[in-house]
């Protein structure tokens, strides 16, 4: 008898945005499955809610930056010194309290007027824009580029810059050897950003990159695992937040009547905010983020040997019936929203405070500004950045 081939992954959204029928089915089927990665590699995807949890928050893990020797890596930055994600227990706990105090939900409160004030002078310039306009150029890809200067204490004239390297980084994570463009924009980033670091001995100030120097000072850190810290939180901060404007502008266009509620009760919006992550995280059908058991583990009674591919499927756990009510629905006022688009354990989010209040600040007004906000095309015919993880779209022309 011939054995069923494998399911394999990416599984596209439907229009971009559905959840794949092929991931919800599985997801029915039970909380872990044997599948093909976009790699060629056979391994786990891990769909159940807390099978997710107990592996994102168990040690035998490593995290998504720490392959084993017999997986190529598949991104340029990973192995720097300072990107989070490629360390682990007491070295990541050390780099990572560095950054941390930056991104309190205090300190992010204190940017809470600069970022609206952002997203008013991207709606301006939206608006002065000739119909249709690419809302990717004047809005989704500048506002995370510009909040992550004030945060940094770059100058926000350097946004373009740093965003466009940002970019480039992710868009070509897939070439390897020492001259892949790629890495030469990692290399590039990183020199900007020791530039940046060496000029805020003049002129400290309070911002991360001044709190990064004290640690170099004071011996927490490296002068090159501060560069990393800091090159990362650009990258990981960028992207993921460009796509998810993008992903809740289609998820609103696509349920009128909950675009019409959180327009007609804007105190909707932390809820509405919750339930675009949850339902619509950014992603380009890779479909989640990738763990490599150092020791044969058992999940959900499934054996997995050491060394293997484990895909926590994060979009697929918000789909849970034993955690979520009618999970399929898209409802803004949802009451109880533990969704994992921002991972869990020891590696979540460090960023996730900052990415909610921009979120908040875009969904919490722009159809006040644009009621009449539409795309320009058929959704089917946007064109998906398939080759970095976290989606988000060439262009994302629209009408108002
Ligand atoms: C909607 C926007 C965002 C989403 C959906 C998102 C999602 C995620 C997820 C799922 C992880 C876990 C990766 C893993 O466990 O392998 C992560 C980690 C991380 N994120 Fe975000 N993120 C967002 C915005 C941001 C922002 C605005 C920043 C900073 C400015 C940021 C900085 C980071 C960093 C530095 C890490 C690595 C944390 C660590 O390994 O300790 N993210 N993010």
New binding site residues.
Partial sequence: MSEQPLPTLPMWRVDHIEPSPEMLALRANGPIHRVRFPSGHEGWWVTGYDEAKAV?SDAAFR??GMPPAAFTPDSVILGSPGW??SHEGGE?TRL?TIVAPA?SNGRVKLLAQQVEAIAAQLFDKLAAQPQPADLRRHLSFLL?AMV?SA?MGVLYEDHAFFAGLSDEVMTHQHESGPRSASRLAWEELRAYIRGKMRDKRQDPRDNLLTDLLAAVDQGKATEEEAIGLAA??LV??HE??VA?IEFGLLAMFRHPQQRERLVGDPSLVDKAVEEI?RMY??GAGWDG?MRYPRTDVTIAGVHVPAESKVLVG?PATSFDPRHFDDPEIFDIGRDENPHL???YG???????A??RL??KAVFGSIFQRFPALRLAVAPEELKLRKEIITGGFEEFPVLW
């Fill in positions: 994102l995290p998504a989070l994600v990541h990572r991104f995370p992550i945060l990362g939180i990981a901060g993921s937040t998810q992550l995280p950014p983020i994060l688009a921002f991972s020891p590696h979540n989010c460090v960023g996730l900052l990415a921009e979120l």
